[in-house]
């Protein structure tokens, strides 16, 4: 993760065939949430949908004048097996150096 760069997000063993919401927060918010718990602050949010196996991939461009920039990142799954009907994925925490 260097200034200018793009890093790859990727989720992994999530519903199939599902939308998900990416969130990412500069900062973290730890808001309960349908069941689970909302880490990363709102401040972007993109939508995705996993393929057939699950997975869904986001390429993220990391800002020119990045040293010690930080963002929160976690997914959060439409699935009708999941408390509320929602899955949350792990909260990641990401810093460029």
């Not at 793009?6 to 939308?19: F, G, H, I, K, M």
């Not at 990412?24 to 993109?46: E, I, K, R, W, Y």
Request: without cysteine; aromatic residues 10%; hydrophobic residues 45%.
């Amino acid at each position: 993760m260097f200034a200018g760069s793009r890093t790859r997000w990727r989720l992994s063993s999530a519903q199939e065939s599902s939308p998900a919401v990416v969130v990412m927060g500069l900062s973290t918010l730890n808001q309960p949430l349908f069941g689970g718990l909302l880490v990363p602050n709102l401040d972007v949010t993109a939508l995705v949908v996993t393929d057939g196996i699950g997975t869904a991939t986001l390429t993220i461009p990391w800002p020119r004048s990045s040293r010690g920039f930080q963002v929160w990142t976690q997914a959060w799954i439409l699935d009708p097996a999941g408390p509320q009907g929602f899955t949350a994925s792990n909260a990641v925490w990401l810093r460029a150096p």
